[in-house]
């Protein structure tokens, strides 16, 4: 197994220095910043003693360190960056940058909250507030120019986790800055919201209203579909959302660790006359699987089960393969991955038969690309990479005098030059 890894490593070196081009770098930072941190000081961003019993001189504040950014999406010269908490001293859990107000030589710019500091404010008594957003993992934005994410409502605090609130859908109009619509998820779909880590809008731009999203449950092992024309949520689940236990070992950035992650990542091919092939994978596992959006969206179906041989299996990736986020580009019919055994962004052309030979790398960085934690496309199809050395943050401590969350991208025509993707 090492060997082959070793052999696909130097063969991708190889042809990038020859043929594909480098993902292009945009932003790196050591660790975050926030522009308004006096304020969001000085705007009630504190807990009460009571709340934390164990800890009764603790008092939330800006701590950098504890804020991991988790995603990236890019629209229009914005670049939304959502950071959940997963520990105490996060001002913002969705942000943005203005890429036109950032100076030439800024590598490392500061965070705005989004829509502003309020929304994304916690009550002194964690008192739920459903205008207001708890903890997002990751977020798109749709073909109507819309941005789409899951507030899991919950604190993930170690040792002390707080359900604040109904995890909710949102839906904002980027073109007005406007809430669009919430969805609140309700207790029948799922208990918690924790394991809602990314999602995928089906519509197209001429008929905004039909909107699906298609949302992964990576600890429910569930897909939940929502309907914007119905207002309505329902669920699959099935065998091939939960994660492989033969998969389950990582070594990343000399971390050894297992993990159980299921269902991750839903990406959506090209539309036949009506229905797009749905491609989805667990985390912890190296295999790709398939099924329809005719299924996803047939709420009659989802209720009344019997719907296993809907789902199948595309079969295997190749070794060390695991996988974050994938994207599939419309205008090369190829998918993009973010791995995370490898340090790599992999694809596959879906014209070519689904076989580990077919994969290959076409960006592999043991230093800028540790732990790609999202992957997706803008309306132009340019490829945005995200990077942030979860493991390291999880089982070790970062190094805080290092480049440690990394930001990249590039068109996937320049990305798949010359590798077995590229089919022109
Ligand atoms: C938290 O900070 C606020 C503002 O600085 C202060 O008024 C309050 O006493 C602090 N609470 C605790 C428990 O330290
Ligand atoms: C799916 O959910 C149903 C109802 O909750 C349950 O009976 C069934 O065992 C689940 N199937 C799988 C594959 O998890
Ligand atoms: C469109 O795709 C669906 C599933 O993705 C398939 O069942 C159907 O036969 C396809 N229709 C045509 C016209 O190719
Ligand atoms: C939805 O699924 C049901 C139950 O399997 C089936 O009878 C129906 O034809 C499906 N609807 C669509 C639009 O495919
Ligand atoms: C895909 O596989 C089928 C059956 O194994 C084979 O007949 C076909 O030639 C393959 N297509 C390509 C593009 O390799
Ligand atoms: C993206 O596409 C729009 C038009 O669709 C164009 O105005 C804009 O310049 C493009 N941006 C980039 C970075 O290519």
Redesign the pocket.
């Known amino acids: 197994m090492k060997t082959t890894v070793v052999f696909l490593g130097l063969t991708t070196i190889f042809l990038q220095n020859v043929l594909c081009t480098d993902f292009q770098k945009v932003y790196q930072w050591k660790q975050l910043a926030h522009r308004k941190q006096e304020d969001t000081a000085r705007s009630n961003i ?1 807990f ?2 009571q709340i934390l019993p164990q800890q009764s ?3 939330e504040s800006f701590d950098s360190y504890n804020n991991i950014p988790m995603g990236v999406t890019h629209h229009k010269g914005r670049l939304f960056i959502t950071i959940p908490r997963r520990r105490p001293g996060v001002p913002a859990t969705l942000n943005v940058i203005h890429m036109e107000k950032v100076a030439k030589d800024e590598q490392s710019p500061p965070l705005d909250a989004y829509p502003d500091y309020i929304i994304n404010q916690l009550h002194n008594d964690y008192k739920a507030d459903l205008k207001r957003i708890v903890s997002v993992y990751r977020s798109k934005v749709d073909a109507c120019d819309r941005l789409w994410f899951v507030d899991t409502g919950m604190l993930e605090y170690p040792d002390n986790p707080i359900q604040v609130q109904r995890p909710q859908l949102w839906i904002i109009d980027l073109s007005r800055d406007r809430k669009v619509r919430t969805f609140e998820i309700p207790e029948s779909i799922v208990q918690q919201g924790v394991g809602m880590a990314s999602l995928v809008v089906d519509v197209e731009i001429e008929s905004c209203d039909k909107a699906f999203a298609y949302i992964p449950d990576l600890v429910q092992g569930a897909i939940y579909v929502y309907s914007f024309e119905k207002n309505r949520m329902w669920s699959f689940n099935h065998s091939s959302f939960s994660h492989n236990p033969e998969r389950a070992n990582f070594f990343v950035a000399g971390q050894r660790f297992q993990w159980d992650d299921g269902i991750f990542s839903i990406t959506l091919g090209k539309r036949n006359t009506t229905w797009r092939p749905v491609y989805y994978h667990p985390m912890v596992s190296t295999s790709e699987f398939t099924t329809s959006t005719a299924t996803l969206q047939n709420e009659t179906l989802a209720n009344a089960g019997g719907y296993e041989s809907h789902f199948q299996s595309l079969g295997e990736r190749g070794p060390n393969t695991q996988s974050t986020m994938h994207h599939h580009d419309p205008e090369t019919d190829v998918i993009f991955y973010a791995e995370v055994n490898r340090n790599a962004i992999g694809c596959w052309n879906t014209q070519n038969n689904f076989t580990t030979e077919n994969h290959d790398i076409i960006q592999l960085d043991h230093k800028g690309l540790i732990y790609p934690t999202d992957l997706n496309a803008d309306v132009n199809g340019t490829i945005w990479v995200l990077a942030n050395n979860l493991p390291t943050w999880i089982y070790s401590r970062l190094d805080v005098n290092q480049f440690n969350f990394h930001v990249w991208r590039q068109t996937p025509r320049k990305a798949i030059a010359g590798t077995k993707c590229d089919l022109y």
Do not use: A, K, P
Request: aromatic share 16%.
């Open positions: 504190v009460r003693e001189s603790f008092n």
